[in-house]
């Protein structure tokens, strides 16, 4: 057996044991309890930051991340409904090179 193989072995080993240990130790009351409120009021601070920042930048007259976002949409609309003029002109303009009779219509 070559001492890497043995390393080997003796760490798969350690690693199952230290993980059922580390899973039955995260699962515990004890641990989600306390976790789960440091997450709640992190959340909750960053709930607050978030606001604060967006109203010293909307007081400066800057644009928020939520403007921002709002404009996107809006552009995104904007550009589908382009493509979608720009496809039918280009049908329509087909249509009046070709108007042959076996040509199928919308």
Do not use: C
Not at 52 to 74: M, S
Not at 79 to 94: K, P
């Amino acid at each position: 057996m070559t001492p890497w193989d043995l390393w080997k072995k003796s760490f798969d080993v350690w690693e199952d044991a230290t993980a059922r240990y580390v899973e039955k130790w995260t699962k515990s009351p004890v641990v989600l309890g306390p976790t789960g409120l440091a997450l709640d009021v992190a959340m909750r601070a960053k709930s607050a930051w978030d606001d604060a920042l967006a109203g010293l930048w909307g007081g400066l007259g800057l644009p928020t991340k939520r403007d921002q976002e709002r404009t996107l949409f809006l552009i995104q609309r904007l550009e589908s409904r382009l493509l979608d003029l720009e496809e039918r002109l280009e049908d329509t303009l087909d249509d009046a090179r070709d108007p042959s009779p076996h040509r199928p219509r919308d």
